[in-house]
């Protein structure tokens, strides 16, 4: 008995310091797969810094980018663009408008365009 009521307190004390309390970071992805469901491309939107990090997975010499917006339409995209071929992670560190509550975003290849990926910022 003396232990849950001591535990309790712990739990209570951290949650009115803060500790606990933490705001929630939410992360989210797409790639671009081929018809045999290979990834060729793909992105990650990480809300803790604002950071795409972009990959071209197969050397075709084709180049690779991803459109971005605050909204699902995607209408006034922004375009950051990868070096050709570029399978390590490309980054892009942006300041995005934390008001907004919601980035989208695709990878594209020429005209191929991933399914939409989303996030909260």
Same mark, same amino acid.
């Given at each position: 008995?003396?232990?849950?009521?001591?535990?309790?307190?712990?739990?209570?004390?951290?949650?009115?310091?803060?500790?606990?309390?933490? @705001?929630?970071?939410?992360? $989210? /992805?797409?790639?671009?797969? /081929?018809?045999?469901?290979?990834?060729?491309? $793909?992105?990650?939107?990480? +809300?803790?810094?604002?950071? #795409?990090?972009?990959?071209?997975?197969? @050397?075709?010499?084709?180049?690779?980018?991803?459109?971005?917006?605050?909204?699902?339409?995607?209408?006034?995209?922004?375009?950051? @663009?990868? @070096?050709?071929?570029? +399978?390590?992670?490309?980054?892009?560190?942006?300041?995005?408008?934390?008001?907004? $509550?919601?980035?989208? #975003?695709?990878?594209?290849?020429?005209?191929?365009? +991933?399914?939409? $990926?989303? +996030?909260?910022?």
């Amino acid at each position: 008995m003396k232990v849950r009521t001591m535990m309790t307190g712990i739990a209570g004390a951290a949650l009115a310091i803060g500790i606990v309390a933490s @705001p929630a970071h939410a992360d $989210g /992805s797409t790639r671009l797969t /081929s018809r045999d469901n290979n990834n060729e491309a $793909g992105v990650v939107y990480r +809300s803790y810094g604002d950071i #795409f990090e972009i990959w071209d997975n197969v @050397p075709d010499r084709k180049a690779v980018y991803v459109k971005w917006a605050y909204n699902s339409a995607l209408n006034g995209a922004a375009t950051l @663009p990868v @070096p050709t071929d570029y +399978s390590t992670g490309y980054t892009y560190n942006l300041e995005l408008d934390e008001a907004r $509550g919601t980035v989208y #975003f695709k990878v594209c290849q020429s005209s191929r365009c +991933s399914d939409l $990926g989303y +996030s909260n910022i």
